[in-house]
């Protein structure tokens, strides 16, 4: 398999040198092929959200299409400038996305079978309202004589996931159930803030 373009074929015939032949340079071989591809690039469109929407729960659906008459490699989506996420498909291209109560893009980036990419981006303004978070234990001022806690959370109904850190360290992450969750974090020596 390749992809369209122009590429470089390199043929050897004793990749284990059992022959013993002392110049190497005869036993392989080199070639410049040309792949011929698709040069029109694919269509994709945003099905759901629309743009200018203003979703009032956090989950917000996502349904995508995209069409190539090469055939569609694959298809991804992402919200404002994160990480490339492939999407369900074949097509319609689908996900639910939880997005943070405010104003949001999301763009979905379509690849062919030769390459070619095209994107599509929608706006939304997500009208939810923010999540709670009460630290219930361990208190401000606590003194622990462990190398770890158990940080006991309540939360608001809506929330689905809930993290704590110790000194602006990694978040360690946990579903919260009945709104409430504990979270296992390890602690450094001194004094400590926990978020």
Known sequence: QAAAGTHQLRIVADPDRETGDAERGNNEAMKTVSVPGDDATPTVSIRAPADGDTPTEIRVPLTAEATDDGGI???????????????????????????????HGITVRATDMS?????????????????????????????????????????????????????????????????????????????????
């Open 73 to 103: 490699a694959r298809v991804e989506a992402r919200v404002d400038a994160g990480l490339w996420t492939p999407l369900a498909g074949p097509g319609p291209w689908e996900a639910a996305l939880l997005l943070q109560p405010g104003p």
């Open 115 to 195: 390459g070619n990419q095209v994107e599509s981006t929608v706006r939304v303004t997500v009208g939810a309202a923010a999540p709670t978070v009460e630290i219930l234990a361990p208190g401000a001022g606590a003194a622990l004589d462990a190398r770890t806690a158990s940080v006991r959370v309540r939360t608001s109904p809506e929330a689905v996931l809930v993290a704590a850190r110790v000194n602006n360290g990694p978040w360690t992450a946990a579903r919260p159930e009945k709104g409430e969750a504990e979270i296992p974090v390890a602690l450094s020596f001194g004094v400590v803030t926990l978020e």
